[in-house]
């Protein structure tokens, strides 16, 4: 959820560089309520570069680190688990998992 005044600002921009589409303006200006939409208006009407757009965009959505720290952790976990499993099955001497 974005502020009620950045919204507005978003829609504006969509309306202003959309205008000639009422489908794409409406459309877009449906999306002025997530950040990275805001944030790539505001870099479209600040003529920012597309390497400064994908960057305020991405610090918007809350950038790669938060979105994907999660799952290398859970990868990690995964990964450790079989490692322990692995060598539970050698200490035991059984390394083909036979009973």
């Known amino acids: ?26 459309s877009l200006a449906g999306q002025c309520d997530q950040p990275g939409m805001v944030a790539m208006m505001d870099a479209r009407a600040n003529n920012l570069g597309a390497e400064e757009a994908a960057e305020a965009i991405s610090s918007a959505n809350g950038g790669l680190i938060g979105t994907f ?4 952790l859970i990868g990690a976990g995964i990964g450790a688990l079989g490692g322990a499993f692995a060598a539970f099955r050698q200490r035991r001497g059984n390394p083909e998992g036979r009973a």
Request: proline share 7%.
């Open 1 to 26: 959820m974005v502020p009620a005044a950045d919204q507005q600002r978003c829609e504006g921009i969509v309306a202003d560089i959309y205008g000639d589409s009422e489908e794409a303006a409406t």
């Open 69 to 72: 720290l999660p799952y290398a």
